[in-house]
């Protein structure tokens, strides 16, 4: 099976620390995203990548970057957390190739508390 | 821009009964449609999925789903729930933009509660 590990289950941050949130996927997957998770907003798309070094904006990267060195790691940067950016963040990873046949993978989130 | 409406933020039926949930989309083209499901403290996990041919689709744990064109629905379906079916469910809209490159737009979710 799939393996999309998200390096943090729980982090706290105070309100201007940068913040790395990591992600790792074991299955040679082209694409990787991050979304957040909200309650009653569903999944928004901060940022994906198909391909390494290469990364586009999804429907809210305002106070995000990303980072994609190496094929099996993709890392969201918070560079300056603010407290709206507190929610819970889901890494995906997919093969690539036609969207008929896709499908992602989720990890099991990270929690994020900025204070 | 390509979007999703879920209409009913919480659902409530009794073990047993039949499931409807409702997804509406927004989009001008043919468009990729999947249903996932997040089970409580798990990651989210594929349904099913309809990108062309038979408007029925079926996927995992007895569910299934129809593409109707006319109405811009892809409502899922289960003719008797289980307690097992608890969960947030979330219908998604996808479009190819070239190769490997797609998006993949969600709704805001269904939670599904399920009494005995």
């Known amino acids: 099976d799939v393996k999309v590990t998200q390096s943090s289950r729980y982090l706290v941050k105070r309100t201007g620390e940068k913040v790395f949130l990591e992600c790792v996927q074991d299955m040679d997957h082209e694409n990787m995203f991050w979304y957040r998770q909200d309650p009653g907003l569903g999944l928004r798309l901060i940022y994906f990548s198909y391909d390494v070094k290469m990364k586009e904006k999804g429907d809210i990267p305002e106070g995000y970057s990303v980072s994609r060195e190496k094929k099996e790691r993709f890392s969201l940067i918070l560079e300056s957390a603010s407290t709206n950016q507190t929610s819970m963040y889901l890494c995906a990873s997919s093969l690539g190739g036609l969207l008929g046949n896709e499908k992602l993978f989720f990890g099991s989130g990270t929690q994020l508390s900025v204070l | 821009a390509q979007s999703v409406t879920q209409p009913d933020i919480h659902i409530t039926v009794s073990e047993g009964a039949s499931l409807e949930l409702r997804c509406n989309y927004s989009y001008g083209a043919t468009p990729y449609l999947f249903w996932y499901v997040q089970s409580p403290g798990q990651g989210l996990q594929l349904l099913l999925k309809y990108f062309s041919g038979d408007t029925l689709v079926q996927g995992i744990k007895g569910f299934e789903a129809e593409f109707k064109r006319s109405q811009s629905s892809f409502n899922l379906r289960k003719p008797s729930v289980h307690w097992s079916d608890a969960a947030e469910y979330f219908c998604?809209?996808?479009?190819?933009?070239?190769?490997?490159?797609?998006?993949?737009?969600f709704g805001k979710g269904t939670l599904l509660t399920v009494n005995p």
């Open positions: 998604a809209v996808g479009v190819q933009r070239g190769g490997s490159n797609y998006k993949l737009t």
